[in-house]
């Protein structure tokens, strides 16, 4: 207990802001893999084969190859990529990119890859009456979407998307290669300084066990609030 | 684009990818054999060797992987005891270390997807069994298992797939593995987008073998063939 204790003397405050860490990393990847989603749905249930293309290759090589080697070419290209595109517009620096960015962004565009799916199930299983009436009461398209569709797809999406929310979660473990210090990280650096790494992986675990299952109690309420009415 | 970088490495990566299969494949069965215990646990009507089995599945689903594998690579060699016993035969190496986690965690995954399969068996299958006279262990392995392994293959598939990406976490306890090796060659090349190519183009291989031979196998199982 007194390797917990918060202050100078213990882990205890550095393992509580590795944690906030954590949230706001799963969260930030959680709201870029959204966009990707908001993207790359449309593009796959639409009709032209190139678009269509395009959005499948998404998926599919992002839930082909491991998480680990999306990490490393973001890792280790982003900085790259990032100075090339800056010399374009003639600024010939060296651009450090933040391991937060980086890290979230690889970690949303994998969540982006699942979360497509996930709505592109739940929009194909609306009834097509739905979109049929709607047009056929008058409805502006932007009516249509965000008051008929929209709470539907949620509606049919949310259990699907707790797994990709914990998916995410888990997920950003991988990030402590890129030195991000998140739970796994501070675990690894407390491990090494105290040469007890049972007690703090076995923690670390703990931890990724109350940020899951807290996280599920709240989704299970969101669930609730969706299906209101069914 | 280097592409002679890219051909250069490929026998590379190749080699590594071998045994990227090789731990897949023998944290798979050992996996399987984890699963179907627990899962047989699991609909155990004790209520503690139920819940000891949902314990168990529960922990291994709600922590990342690559805690797992730290517990075990560098944690167990913490007990004095253990490193007594023949047990730290095994342990000291991090291929093992590696295998044990991957196959607990797929145990756990694969203990729910087999568990849910038995219970979607309509009982009237099984009463139909008892009805002809067929002894309780015969329904088991001839009615009971082989409806399961057909419900579960799809979802079962799925885990096969995901386990594959999950071996890459052998790099980080020094296992030079596609992963491993892909991170070595970016690191002393700074090419990540060459390496990144044929590396993901050899996983996305694996995945799209694995893939079809499920959806063969699915094919030749389902009840309409």
């Known amino acids: 207990m007194e390797l917990l204790a918060f202050g100078d003397t213990g882990w205890g405050d550095e393992l509580f802001y590795a944690t906030l860490m954590t949230i706001a990393v799963s969260i930030t990847a959680m709201i870029i893999g959204f966009s990707f989603?908001?993207?790359?749905?449309?593009?796959?249930?639409?009709?032209?084969?190139?678009?269509?293309?395009?959005?499948?290759?998404?998926?599919?090589?992002?839930?082909?190859?491991?998480?680990?080697?999306?990490?490393?070419?973001?890792?280790?290209?982003?900085?790259?990529?990032?100075?090339?595109?800056?010399?374009?517009?003639?600024?010939?620096?060296?651009?450090?990119?933040?391991?937060?960015?980086?890290?979230?962004?690889?970690?949303?565009?994998?969540?982006?890859?699942?979360?497509?799916?996930?709505?592109?199930?739940a929009v194909q299983s609306i009834d097509k009456g739905q979109f049929e009436a709607a047009k056929v009461l008058g409805l502006s398209k932007f009516t249509q979407f965000f008051k008929i569709i929209l709470p539907q797809v949620l509606r049919l999406a949310i259990p699907n998307l707790s797994n990709v929310w914990q998916i995410t979660l888990k997920d950003t473990s991988l990030i402590s290669v890129t030195g991000l210090v998140e739970i796994m990280r501070q675990s690894y650096i407390a491990a090494g300084s105290t040469r007890d790494p049972l007690f703090f992986y076995s923690f670390a675990?703990?931890?990724?066990?109350?940020?899951?299952?807290?996280?599920?109690?709240?989704?299970?309420?969101?669930?609730?609030?969706?299906?209101r009415g069914y | 684009m280097d592409l002679e970088l890219m051909i250069t490495s490929f026998p590379k990566l190749l080699n590594a990818a071998a045994i990227t299969l090789k731990l897949l494949s023998v944290s798979l069965i050992i996996g399987l054999l984890i699963g179907l215990l627990f899962a047989i646990l699991r609909l155990n009507e004790n209520i503690f060797i139920n819940k000891f089995a949902y314990g168990y599945s529960y922990i291994f689903r709600g922590t990342p992987l690559l805690v797992q594998i730290f517990i075990i690579y560098f944690g167990l060699g913490q007990i004095e005891y253990l490193r007594s016993t023949f047990l730290w035969v095994i342990l000291k190496e991090p291929y093992w270390c590696a295998i044990i986690a991957f196959a607990l965690n797929t145990g756990a995954y694969t203990s729910e997807i087999l568990r849910s399969a038995f219970q979607t068996i309509k009982p009237g299958i099984i009463e139909a069994g008892q009805s002809l006279g067929i002894s309780n262990k015969i329904i088991f392995y001839k009615i009971q298992i082989p409806i399961a392994i057909r419900q579960s293959l799809p979802a079962y598939g799925n885990e096969i797939i995901l386990m594959m990406k999950g071996t890459s976490l052998a790099s980080t306890v020094t296992i030079m593995d596609l992963t491993g090796v892909a991170k070595y060659i970016i690191s002393t090349t700074f090419k990540p987008i060459e390496v990144f190519i044929v590396a993901g183009g050899i996983y996305l291989f694996m995945t799209f073998i694995i893939h079809n031979v499920i959806k063969f196998l699915e094919k030749k199982y389902s009840f309409n063939s």
């Open chain 1, 205 to 227: 675990a703990v931890l990724y066990l109350m940020l899951t299952y807290f996280s599920m109690k709240l989704i299970n309420k969101l669930e609730i609030k969706y299906s």
């Open chain 1, 37 to 121: 989603a908001a993207i790359f749905t449309p593009l796959k249930l639409s009709k032209n084969i190139l678009l269509n293309f395009l959005a499948n290759s998404y998926t599919t090589v992002i839930r082909g190859v491991p998480e680990l080697l999306v990490i490393y070419l973001f890792f280790f290209g982003g900085t790259g990529a990032v100075m090339y595109v800056a010399s374009i517009f003639g600024y010939n620096k060296y651009i450090e990119i933040n391991a937060f960015i980086t890290g979230a962004f690889a970690i949303g565009i994998i969540s982006g890859a699942y979360s497509t799916e996930v709505f592109r199930g």
